[in-house]
């Protein structure tokens, strides 16, 4: 199978936590791609374009070995999850999976929305929506607190609630340390502050090896666009054969 994904390593991600954990890590293709700038600024949409597969175009995008193409990141480890060779990251029905998939969307939207700042801030200082953060931070906020308590409490095992909350508490970190003081309310942000519970949950759970397998480590394989237009190309191939376009 391939998944195509930001190659960013400066935060964890879900999707290659989820792949990982189920078993599937020595039968991917890694495809990088840049949905929007490289790491020089420059504009690359159209040369990592994946247009030709997801009418989104967005990241991460999951393709089964028969071409059948699966987007948005809880489809992609829903799929994995349910085609799991070790172990499930998502409970049997009951309390314990309501829980996971609760955390799942709690942490998903503060990624989402993070992103979303991120976007924001492209822009020149002077024309930022200062509402968009005023709207923002206190759903942070709250969502951190909320994740403080329940870690202050415990976890019996680790989730995909557990990966999407590595995915955004780390990436909410990144924003920070890599806008420093540009942020208009929450300048030098640190969400381990008067989080003592989350912050030892956080430093254990990043030593998993679902995690050490990418998380700040640089991407080593072929990142060119001519090699992720090449995945696409041997995709739609497949789904002609198939019949799965």
């Not at 557990?162 to 920070?176: N, P, T």
């Not at 394989?221 to 090449?230: I, P, R, V």
Request: proline share 6%; net charge negative.
């Amino acid at each position: 199978m391939w998944i195509f994904y930001s190659p960013f390593h400066t935060f964890v991600h879900k999707v290659l936590v989820t792949a990982h954990e189920c078993g599937h890590w020595d039968d991917i293709t890694f495809v990088p791609t840049f949905p929007f700038k490289n790491n020089d600024g420059e504009d690359q949409g159209d040369a990592y374009s994946i247009a030709a597969i997801n009418p989104l175009d967005k990241v991460p995008t999951l393709v089964t070995d028969t071409g059948q193409v699966i987007y948005g990141s809880q489809a992609a480890c829903e799929y994995l999850d349910g085609t799991a060779k070790t172990r499930n990251m998502y409970p049997a029905p009951g309390p314990d999976r309501w829980d996971a998939v609760t955390r799942l969307a709690l942490c998903d939207t503060i990624f989402e929305q993070t992103v979303v700042m991120v976007m924001e801030q492209w822009k020149p200082e002077d024309e930022w929506n200062i509402g968009l953060f005023e709207w923002l931070w206190p759903k942070f906020i709250a969502g951190l607190d909320k994740l403080e308590r329940d870690a202050q409490q415990g976890w019996r095992d680790f989730d995909v609630g557990h990966a999407s909350m590595l995915h955004a508490i780390s990436y909410l970190g990144f924003r920070a340390e890599f806008y420093e003081a540009k942020d208009p309310l929450y300048p030098n942000f640190n969400w381990r502050e008067n989080r003592p519970g989350l912050s030892a949950w956080f430093d254990e759970a990043i030593q998993r090896p679902s995690v050490q397998s990418h998380y700040n480590k640089d991407f080593e394989g072929d990142s060119s666009a001519a090699f992720c237009q090449a995945q696409v190309q041997e995709i739609l191939a497949l789904q002609k054969q198939h019949g799965t376009g």
